[in-house]
């Protein structure tokens, strides 16, 4: 019975929940300006820490960079685009993809981002 019960709990322990996935690499984009007009692109996330990465979009013509960090299944970037400063929050879901709103400061309302993992 012991023997039985260690090797569950082992079992169990090598179980990883869908917020420990590792947050990293390119990524397909697909989202929507704050007018519902589409966009799509790539995204690349290189991790800096266990929490904490970089990202750049490329979407259309434009590329963007910004700081990223995540908490279980939120993942947030602060980013710069041309002059503007924006932020986006994304919903990590169990398959890697994530689902966000983004703004841009100053402006009223928000834009919607899914990335995919490649």
């Given at each position: 019975m012991r023997v039985f019960l260690a090797s569950?709990?082992?079992?169990?322990?090598m179980?990883?929940?869908a917020s420990a996935q590792s947050i990293g690499g390119t990524y397909?984009?697909?989202g929507?300006?704050?007018d519902g007009s589409p966009y799509s692109g790539t995204a690349e996330i290189v991790?800096?820490?266990?929490?904490t990465c970089?990202?750049?979009?490329?979407?259309?013509?434009?590329t963007s960079q910004g700081i990223c960090m995540r908490n279980d299944d939120a993942f947030s970037a602060g980013y710069v685009l041309g002059?503007?400063?924006g932020l986006v929050?994304?919903?990590?879901?169990?398959?890697?993809?994530?689902?966000?709103l983004w703004t841009i400061a100053g402006k009223d309302g928000n834009g919607t981002e899914v990335l995919t993992p490649n």
């Open positions: 569950c709990l082992v079992s169990l322990g179980i990883v929940p397909t984009v697909e929507t300006n704050f991790l800096t820490s266990e929490t970089v990202i750049q979009w490329i979407t259309g013509g434009t002059d503007a400063i929050v994304y919903k990590v879901n169990p398959d890697g993809s994530m689902h966000g």
